[in-house]
């Protein structure tokens, strides 16, 4: 049928789906360069990882990035039930899009129940600009950007709520690392950084203002 032809094109010869965009394609050879000759680049240039392809013909020096190395971690669980590189990497998005609603109930049921938290992770799966965003051909980064803002602000919360101090400074040190993986998954990390600076001063200015008010304050 005409339907058939036309789906064909945009398979590959084995049946995988193409991946849609220039930003997944990149990402894709990065993938491959890293799983195939140890970094992301095409060569070894001053000690440092050159990719010739990036301003080709001059190139530039690779800017390291999470989602290769993540991908090449899928791809070797995924490579265990014979799947090739590239159905491997169609996947990932779709994967940390899928994981996005675990924080998104969470943060949501300790404001409002199980109820709240069921309609947050619900709202977050049917997105329609998430969905087409981290659809599998489209592969990209954008799912970090929700993944890792839910996932840092969860921890965050947790800790706040935490009243046994080992596991409150255990979920802290949680949050730094995980906004520091952030970081090497997306430029715009920063913005939660200072989300969760904003959170902490405010709440010290009001235990400020309740201890105050409360009269125990003496000059």
């Known amino acids: 049928s005409l339907f058939q032809q036309f789906r064909e094109q945009f398979r590959a010869p084995d049946g995988t789906t193409y991946l849609l965009g ?20 095409t060569e070894i240039k ?9 301003l080709a013909p001059n190139g530039r020096y690779a800017y390291v990035h999470f989602h290769p190395y993540f991908s090449a971690f899928i791809y070797k669980i995924l490579s265990v039930f014979g799947f090739n590189l590239m159905h491997a990497f169609f996947y990932v998005g779709a994967l940390i ?7 998104a109930f969470f943060i949501a049921r300790k404001i409002s129940g199980n109820v709240g938290g069921f309609f947050a992770a619900l709202l977050t799966a049917v997105n329609v600009f998430f969905v087409s ?12 950007n929700v993944f890792f803002p839910l996932l ?18 255990g979920l802290m040190a949680l949050t730094g690392f995980l906004t520091g ?19 902490i001063t405010a709440q010290l200015c009001l235990y400020t203002i309740r201890y105050v008010m409360k009269g125990d304050y003496k000059e």
């Open 97 to 103: 899009a899928a994981l996005s609603i675990i924080p």
């Open 46 to 54: 001053a000690g440092k990882v050159f990719d010739s392809y990036y």
């Open 152 to 169: 840092i602000t969860w921890v965050f919360i947790e800790s706040i709520y935490q009243k046994d101090i080992k596991k409150k400074i």
């Open 181 to 199: 993986l952030y970081s090497f998954a997306w430029i715009g990390w920063w913005f939660v950084f200072y989300l969760l600076i904003a959170a």
């Open 22 to 41: 220039i930003d997944p394609y990149a990402f894709f050879r990065q993938t491959k360069n890293l799983l195939e000759h140890g970094n992301i680049g």
């Open 133 to 144: 965003r981290t659809a599998g051909e489209s592969s990209d980064t954008d799912a970090y």
